[in-house]
Every structure is written in structure tokens, then in C-alpha cells.
């Protein structure tokens, strides 16, 4: 499995009545609840965002990511108090308490009229959310909403509550009515399609809504048009009246100058487990075919079709037209049902047919395979066996190497008996994690991934361009002999942008 990471195009937080406009905020807050010292009106925010899909459509498009097996899409937001307990249940520099026991609900920004043309709409240059420069005439310890040219970090051109672009509004104030009382083009919360839910039970978890349902239907063209997403407090709460005081919940927004600026977390299948050089009896097996032009990674026009002969060149019945799905640019996967019933070894031959590469057919690729013994597969006997202590050597990026990030490494992993240079492991499970440090803290980037395993190489793609630039450590994890052995900061580097 790999993981993709989607950032942010636009981002911004709109508050209710207001022509505030904070989309370059590194943080957003959203609240609810009094607001200026005011019992009985019920204040609140809401966040507009939308994702950037082009590197992943590019992706899909070059057959990079294989769409053929489910993939999953995560909404990720980064809660600015989610290392530090003690900000719990505590107010904020503007007398805002940490809000707990919420849900947040994220729903597509509708089209007008529910089916009409999309709603687009610009992030603005706004910061603060008041302006800083005039006093409120009621209360002079509370600043105006009124534009002042002297407070360059406020800004109500839009987007805002009300409008979307200098010229257009939202056809409802704040996108939707939470009380249902619109009518005609404006939107309603029941006519809202929800995206995804999340519950807060303390107020400092992160955000991570799977949303793989929509993701997916805009990378197949089955929704068009879409403009971003809103999210936003349950109508509930938006609309609760007499609390004594303001409740917030804050996250890094695309804005940030730290490590946390908000993702779409894409996970797909693209594992290579090639068990060619470890074929057993009684074992449902997996061959790989590998595809290049001058050393580039290549896909077919189309998927070939396996055939399975013996040693004497007869096809196997029950194993012929075999189905193949490309698991990565260049790499097809086939699987091969469990074989029984011969005496081992033999030797077997696999024949893909149907290959062909930009018009051009290249006719029936044989490849030889070696049945082995299910008995050195399947370990039974009177002994325990022994652990091994792994070293490991990395080919593809250099030990403290600064890397641009518009590179696509391949990293071979080279596993061999610890203290040795010549006893190598050919076939067991391997696993590395990549992540970041933030003081002791370790914030992962892609948790534990199995490492690909082919005839002549144990091997992962690091792709820097959807990589924020940092300094990043790789953990190995080794499962053997009913151990897991983890190998800390077996590698690092660092990511730099291209100046």
C-alpha cells in the first residue's frame, strides 16, 4: 500500500453577518455561542476549503495508481492544541473556551439551486478577523468589523458571508440556512449532501473524516462541477441561544508555517509481493511481469492473459487465460491458484500473451518458474528457531542527502544477517515507516508499509512532490520467527524546496 497526499488550493473561514475575510489565517476557528457580550444572539463560523486533485489525476492517468482495487480518502486537519493537555477546556487570547463533546459535519458546497452552475469562489487576503485600528462604539474593549485601508492584515473582499467573488454572492448567506428557511435558488441544510461526520469528545483530536466516496466520484467524472467543501458545527448548536460563553475549536489551515498544513490522505494498492523465486505447492502464489522502454517504466495497451504449461510444455488446463490487473506503471500481477499433486521440484513455465506496447505486439513472454515443497513453506518440527538480528543497506537515497522535491526515488533495501556483508535474506516481511520529528515527538508521515518484494530486490517509491519540505527518518520493521523487530532512524534526509 503507498499513500498520496492532496493539499489544499483555497481555504477560508466565513462568519456569520460578517464581511470578514480570513483566507490567508495560518489557523482557523470555528465557534459557536455568545459573541460580544451579547446573551440571546448565537454566534458562529464556518470553513470553506477546496483540494488541489491534479497530482493524483496525473497519477491515475500515467497508471501509476491503480484504480482497480478500492481506494480510500482521508480529510486531514491538524488541531492546533493536539500536543499540549493543559490548553483543555481553557480560553483563548480572545475569550474563546476550548469547545468538547462537538461534532463537525463537512458537506460538498452545493450548486445553485441544489443542480444549477457551480459556485466558485475566490480565497481573498485577509487575516485578522477583526479590524485591529477602530473601536467598537458599544464596547471599546471589542474592535469594529468596519474596513479601515491603515489595518493591512484585514480585508472583507470576498470571499465572505456573503459574497463569493467581488462579484457574486452565495446564492444563501454562509453557503445554507441551518433552519431550513430558504426558498427558491437558496440552500437549505436538508438539501446539503454531507461528505462526512466527525464526533470531539475532548476537543483536541485531529481531523480525519474518510471521504472516499465523493473523492472517488469526482476522479471517475461521476460528480463534475464541484467547487470545495464547507465545514461546519450541526445546525443544533449554531442555533443554541443563551450560552454565557464563546466555544472554539482551532486547526492549522493551508497557511501554516509549520509541518501541519491540511491534507487529502489517498491509500492505494500498489504492493509487490513477486513470489517467483519462492514458488510453493499448496500455496496460492503471485507472478509479476515488468514492463520498460529504455529503463522507463511502460504500461501495455492492455492487460495481458497467463497461461501455466508443465515441464513438457503442455498447458494446464485449469490454468489457462488467467486474468492480470496492473499493479503500478509498468508491473502486472497475476495469481496463480494453489498447485497440488506433483512431485517437487519442477519446473513450470508462465506465458503471458497479449503483449503488446504502443501498437506494437511483442508476442508471447515465457518466463520459467520452480515448484517447490510446501514443506519449506510450512515449518512443522521439534525446535524452536532462532531470531536474527537484520542490517540494512539503502541504495537510491543517500544517508543525510538533501532532496529537491520534485524527485520519484526509488529506495532498494538490501537486508542481510547483522554484522555480515554476505548473508542475505531473500523472502521474508519487511515493513518501513516515514515520518517527521517535532521536539521528542515522532509525527508520521506513512505509517507501516510492506515492502516490495521482487525476484532480485526488496524496494519502495518515495515520491517528494507531495512531501512538505523537512527533515524525514525511515524506521524498518522486521517480522520473523514470531518477532517484530523494529530498526529506529535507519535512514534520513532531508527535502528542500526547488529554488
Request: hydrophobic share 30%; with cysteine; proline share 4%.
Amino acid at each position: 500500500m503507498s499513500i498520496h497526499k492532496s493539499y489544499f488550493s483555497k481555504n477560508n473561514t466565513i462568519i456569520l453577518s460578517g464581511n470578514t475575510n480570513t483566507g490567508l489565517n495560518p489557523v482557523t476557528e470555528l465557534f459557536f455561542g455568545r459573541t460580544d457580550n451579547v446573551l440571546s444572539t448565537p454566534g458562529f463560523s464556518r470553513f470553506i476549503f477546496d483540494i488541489d486533485l491534479s497530482q493524483l489525476q496525473q497519477k491515475i492517468s500515467d497508471g501509476v495508481v491503480y484504480t482497480g482495487s478500492p481506494m480510500t480518502h482521508k480529510l486531514k486537519m491538524t488541531n492546533t492544541i493536539m500536543f499540549n493537555y493543559e490548553l483543555l477546556n481553557t480560553t483563548t487570547s480572545d475569550n474563546r473556551r476550548r469547545a468538547s463533546a462537538f461534532d463537525l459535519r463537512v458537506f460538498n458546497i452545493p450548486k445553485l439551486n441544489y443542480t444549477g452552475s457551480s459556485q466558485t469562489w475566490d480565497e481573498g487576503v485577509g487575516y485578522d478577523y477583526y479590524d485591529n485600528n477602530t473601536l467598537n462604539s458599544s464596547n471599546a474593549s471589542l474592535t469594529s468589523r468596519n474596513y479601515r485601508d491603515n489595518d493591512k492584515s484585514y480585508s472583507n473582499r470576498p470571499s465572505n458571508w456573503f459574497n463569493r467573488n467581488l462579484i457574486n454572492t452565495w446564492s444563501t448567506p454562509g453557503v445554507y440556512f441551518n433552519n431550513n428557511s430558504g426558498s427558491g435558488t437558496q440552500i437549505n441544510y436538508s438539501g446539503l449532501t454531507q461528505v462526512g461526520l466527525q464526533h470531539f469528545q475532548f476537543g483536541n483530536e485531529n481531523l480525519d473524516i474518510d471521504i472516499s466516496s465523493t473523492i472517488n466520484d469526482i476522479l471517475t467524472g461521476a460528480t463534475t462541477g464541484s467547487t470545495g467543501y464547507i465545514m461546519a458545527f450541526s445546525p443544533e448548536l449554531e442555533n443554541i441561544t443563551g450560552l454565557t460563553e464563546n466555544y472554539s475549536v482551532g486547526f492549522f489551515t493551508r497557511h501554516t508555517q509549520t509541518f501541519y498544513e491540511p491534507y487529502l490522505e489517498t491509500t492505494y494498492d500498489d504492493l509487490i509481493l513477486d513470489d517467483r523465486t519462492a514458488f510453493f505447492e499448496n500455496k496460492v502464489n503471485k507472478l509479476y511481469l515488468y514492463s520498460y522502454i529504455n529503463g522507463t517504466p511502460t504500461n501495455f495497451d492492455f492487460n495481458p492473459k497467463v497461461n501455466i504449461a508443465d515441464s513438457n510444455g503442455d498447458l494446464i488446463s485449469s490454468l489457462t487465460g488467467l486474468t492480470t490487473v496492473r499493479r503500478t506503471e509498468g508491473v502486472y500481477e497475476c495469481t496463480i491458484p494453489a498447485l497440488t499433486g506433483y512431485t517437487t521440484p519442477c519446473q513450470f513455465s508462465d506465458i503471458w500473451s497479449g503483449v503488446t506496447i504502443n501498437g506494437v505486439s511483442l508476442g508471447d513472454i515465457t518466463n520459467d518458474i520452480i515448484l517447490r515443497p510446501a514443506t519449506e513453506y510450512y515449518q512443522v518440527g521439534p525446535l524452536a528457531k532462532d531470531p536474527v538480528l537484520y542490517g540494512f543497506e539503502f541504495s537510491g537515497i543517500k544517508q543525510d542527502e538533501k532532496i529537491l522535491n520534485t524527485d520519484v526515488r526509488k529506495v532498494i533495501v538490501k537486508i542481510k544477517q547483522a554484522y555480515t556483508s554476505n548473508v542475505i535474506y531473500p523472502n521474508f516481511k519487511a515493513y518501513y515507516r516515514l515520518y517527521v520529528k517535532e521536539g521528542t515527538t515522532e509525527v508520521i508521515v506513512q505509517d507501516w508499509t510492506r515492502i516490495n518484494q521482487t525476484p532480485n530486490e526488496y524496494y519502495f517509491i518515495f515520491d517528494t512532490k507531495d512531501k512538505i519540505p523537512n527533515e524525514y527518518y525511515v524506521d524498518i520493521k522486521v517480522l520473523t520467527s514470531g518477532e517484530v523487530d523494529t530498526y529506529k532512524r535507519e535512514l534520513k534526509f532531508q527535502i528542500v524546496n526547488q529554488k
